[in-house]
């Protein structure tokens, strides 16, 4: 038989154990599929699912149109994520170093990790490379942070400030 084993979930260590295992498996997927039946039988629970997916698009579109950063409720807080994908123009680059620098630092793309190298042992100038390295907005998404979640009530101050 799979042996549970504490805080490190199952353990298979036998061929007999793994037969065993996947029956088990086998009966826990079974439940949760009656579960999930119960549940929309009672409550139209994949309905309510596609309710929330729709309400929370509608909500975050609505939030980045209107430059709304975060909503704060009872339970924490909705914020509108803006990430952003940085890059090296390798052209730019190229015009801007040396290259035998280049050469150092591309593979078949620019090797960030490489010019973070160069930079710190000083044969890279931080400032001179700078117009090489290129920012791109991707999408902005809208993330439930409950609350306690994002640390002390210092980080809390401060990304409330940020907010404003």
Known sequence: MA????DEGFQIDSGR????????LE???????EIHQEMEE????????KEIADLKAEISKWMIQNDQ???EVDR???????????????????????KAIMFKVTDRVVNHEKIDDLVRAGELDRE??????????????MRFFPLGSNGDAETEELAKALND
């Open 3 to 6: 042996r549970k084993k504490e």
């Open 17 to 24: 154990a793994f037969f065993a295992a996947v029956s088990l």
């Open 27 to 33: 009966e826990k997927e079974e439940l949760i599929a």
């Open 42 to 49: 009672q409550y139209e629970y994949s309905t309510i699912l």
């Open 69 to 71: 950063a975060s909503h």
């Open 76 to 98: 924490g807080t909705y914020r509108i994520i803006r990430p952003h994908k940085v890059t090296w123009d390798p052209v730019k680059l190229a015009k801007l170093v040396p």
């Open 128 to 141: 001179k490379i700078a117009p090489a390295l290129v920012e791109k907005a991707t999408r902005p998404y």
